[in-house]
């Protein structure tokens, strides 16, 4: 998976856009093992992310093992669940660069988009149009 993992964190420049222009900061990730710290730098600037393992001083630290990282490369699990599990953990002056990170990540398998969930299932979204249209040919069919 470490394959996987690396291709991820490489891809993120490609995603800057979803982060707030107004962020900046240096987010390390430390993915530790028994006997090992696997360290990233992403750095988050301007809606840009860049990403490397050259050593510089970052705004805050995001642990978790390699494993757990996994998981959430494949978005089997969401990073702010594994974060209230204290699977992971985030030390640092700006919250706003996890909560950004978090971002990057892949959905879970099957999630929707919440507004498309409610204009399906609200009363005044695509049902209730259809039960509305339905009402009317009723009426003008029962009319003629």
Known sequence: ?????????????TRGSIVPPHLRGTLRIDLVTADHVEQWFV???????????ESRPADGVFTTTPELFDRLVRGDTPATAALLRNEATFAGTDPRLILAFQRLFPAPAGAEDPRSVARRHAPHGAAWRERLRATLDRKSAGSS
């Open 43 to 53: 750095e988050i600037a301007a809606g840009n992310v860049t990403v490397n393992r």
């Open 1 to 13: 998976m470490g394959g996987e993992r690396e291709a991820f964190l490489l891809s993120l420049g």
